[in-house]
């Protein structure tokens, strides 16, 4: 079976790699820290890295609606967070996935 791993992923796992490696007190080897990773922390991790990216998200969200409810001096509350996904959401998630993830 072939896994698909991030970048953000490999970095994790290498330095997941380096702790087991010093335990044991040898190179434990990339497939077993990765199969050691994937089975006690991916899950927490990847949990982990959807809060912050939603976080992110979010935040530039009501950056757009504060900015766009100044322009029309008035609070535009959801009509601005709907515009912001329509005209940034794919923008923002390629600049984000090519930052933080791949």
């Keep these: 079976m072939t896994i698909t791993i991030t ?13 087991m490696s010093k335990a044991a007190g040898y190179d434990v080897g990339f497939e077993a820290a990765c199969e050691d990773w994937m089975d006690n922390y991916a899950d927490a991790y990847r949990q982990d890295a959807q809060r912050r ?12 609606t504060w900015i766009e409810s100044e322009k029309a001096r008035k609070n535009l509350g959801r009509e601005a967070a ?14 984000y996935n090519a930052t933080y993830v791949e």
């Design 53 to 64: 990216m939603l976080e992110m998200q979010r935040k530039e969200i009501a950056r757009h």
């Design 82 to 95: 709907l515009d912001w996904v329509l005209k940034y959401a794919a923008q923002w998630r390629a600049w």
């Design 7 to 19: 970048r953000a992923e490999r970095r994790e796992i290498e330095r997941h790699k380096y702790f």
